[in-house]
């Protein structure tokens, strides 16, 4: 009888074949994903790299865009949107927006590369420094100007063809050696106009209307805040009253505009930077400090050793009638680094706007009357006026000077100014505003 033999199966062999096969697998997984890791690490790192440097490019882009702004700076519309292709590739476009901001431009450009985007705004103004350096222009109404006492003009002037004559008033006779530190030419029977866009584009903001690119909000429900901020890459902010205004105790700074159908009042508790004010009448109490553009229709009053910081504004823009003098008033001592003009739009020789700077008062810049000026302080820069009125207590004095001082050489070259006369083209950057 046959006998069967069964086989017997090494189980341990089998159990190690089945441990290497997934220790394996083990490895073939960490293997994987360390690997994925790598690639992964590598695309991230990649992606990063290309993200900062297109990020750079956007920057560099929307910095060229400022530039080429500025250099073609007529022939971008004001309040719209122009594509720029800055090198004709389609790889560096960008969107230029140019707006007044009070006597200033804003050039803005922005440039968009998937979600990446960079902006850059500018304030600029006029290169006042191109052409002819002026120190005092005096239209030609066929009287000399006169000077008197401690009188100092540096610079070249346009004067009357009736010359320039010392003259001898209130026991004060010329100290000096010359009359004029500079070159003198004939001067015109009209002054060089004021910019009309300048003009047009400041007066219809005398007024409430909203802008598509403003924001109006009624000054009342801000009454409460002591602190008053907007960027500029918001909309503007445009705080209206009906009513007459008063700044106290407040800090206003950015993109705002304030507007009042009466009059704006800032005590010196309130710092103001950036903002522009537009009112019938304009008030800065004694010791106001800021950077502020003022505009007004018929006067402003800037008291007594107030401080106006670069670059600052102080203009009158009168259309119209006036009921009484419009005027322009600097008090004793104050400070203003900027530019002050005053445009009347009807001559009334009964009711002649002025622009008055008292004893001691120094304006760093501009400075600009479509009819009068009386001068009894210093201009760092230059004046334009049709005519000069010294008043003392004894008399009033056409085309005469006491004791001012006009120096357009002292005016430093990195001053940028306002475009306030058609001859003035070029820009220049005056700050980042972000």
């Known amino acids: 009888m046959m006998q069967w033999r069964i086989p017997i199966i090494n189980t341990r062999f089998y159990r190690l074949k089945a441990g290497a096969l997934l220790y394996a697998l083990f490895l073939i997984i960490v293997i994987a994903i360390i690997s994925s890791s790598f690639i992964l690490v590598n695309y991230y790192n990649s992606a990063f790299v290309l993200q900062s440097l297109k990020q750079e490019q956007l920057y560099k882009d929307v910095s060229s865009g400022v530039n080429y702004g500025l250099s073609f700076h007529e022939e971008i519309p004001i309040n719209s949107q122009v594509e720029v292709d800055l090198y004709d590739d389609e790889q560096h476009e960008i969107l230029l927006e140019k707006?007044?901001?009070?006597?200033?431009?804003?050039?803005?450009?922005?440039?968009?590369?998937?979600?990446?985007?960079?902006?850059?705004?500018?304030?600029?103004?006029?290169?006042?420094?191109?052409?002819?350096?002026?120190?005092?222009?005096?239209?030609?109404?066929?009287?000399?100007?006169?000077?008197?006492?401690?009188?100092?003009?540096?610079?070249?002037?346009?004067?009357?063809k009736a010359g320039v004559k010392r003259a001898y008033i209130e026991g004060k006779s010329f100290v000096g050696n010359k009359l004029i530190n500079g070159t003198t030419f004939n001067s015109s029977k009209t002054l060089p106009p004021v910019s009309k866009e300048l003009i047009d584009e400041n007066f219809k903001n005398f007024f409430p209307d909203e802008g598509i690119n403003d924001s109006l909000m009624d000054y009342e429900l801000f009454l409460e805040q002591d602190t008053i901020t907007n960027s500029f890459q918001n909309k503007t902010l445009v705080l209206y009253s009906p009513l007459q205004i008063e700044l106290f105790n407040k800090v206003i700074d950015g993109n705002i505009r304030i507007k009042s159908d009466k009059n704006i009042v800032v005590d010196q508790s309130t710092e103001i930077t950036n903002a522009v004010l537009?009112?019938?009448?304009?008030?800065?109490?004694?010791?106001?400090?800021?950077?502020?553009?003022?505009?007004?229709?018929?006067?402003?009053?800037?008291?007594?050793?107030?401080?106006?910081?670069?670059?600052?504004?102080?203009?009158?823009?009168?259309?119209?009638?006036?009921?009484?003098?419009?005027?322009?008033?600097?008090?004793?001592?104050?400070?203003?680094?900027?530019?002050?003009?005053?445009?009347?739009?009807?001559?009334?020789?009964?009711?002649?706007?002025?622009?008055?700077?008292?004893?001691?008062?120094?304006?760093?810049?501009?400075?600009?009357?479509?009819?009068?000026?009386?001068?009894?302080?210093?201009?760092?820069?230059?004046?334009?006026?049709?005519?000069?009125?010294?008043?003392?207590?004894?008399?009033?004095?056409?085309?005469?000077?006491?004791?001012?001082?006009?120096?357009?050489?002292?005016?430093?070259?990195?001053?940028?100014?306002?475009?306030?006369?058609?001859?003035?083209?070029?820009?220049?950057?005056?700050?980042w505003l972000n």
């Open 99 to 160: 707006k007044h901001w009070g006597a200033f431009y804003i050039l803005t450009a922005a440039a968009k590369w998937k979600n990446k985007s960079a902006t850059k705004s500018a304030l600029i103004g006029a290169n006042i420094h191109e052409g002819e350096q002026v120190a005092l222009y005096l239209s030609d109404e066929n009287k000399p100007l006169s000077l008197t006492g401690k009188t100092q003009i540096t610079g070249n002037c346009y004067l009357p």
């Open 278 to 431: 537009y009112a019938k009448g304009v008030v800065l109490k004694q010791n106001t400090v800021g950077t502020i553009q003022v505009f007004a229709q018929d006067s402003v009053a800037i008291a007594e050793d107030c401080l106006l910081k670069y670059p600052s504004v102080v203009a009158l823009i009168g259309k119209g009638n006036a009921t009484e003098n419009r005027k322009v008033v600097v008090g004793k001592g104050a400070q203003i680094k900027g530019s002050v003009f005053l445009y009347n739009e009807n001559y009334d020789r009964k009711k002649q706007a002025i622009v008055s700077i008292g004893e001691g008062a120094e304006i760093t810049g501009q400075v600009y009357s479509s009819e009068v000026l009386e001068l009894k302080g210093n201009i760092v820069g230059g004046a334009y006026c049709k005519k000069l009125l010294l008043k003392t207590p004894s008399s009033v004095y056409e085309n005469h000077l006491m004791d001012a001082v006009i120096n357009r050489a002292e005016l430093s070259e990195y001053f940028v100014g306002i475009s306030l006369t058609e001859m003035i083209k070029n820009q220049q950057i005056i700050k």
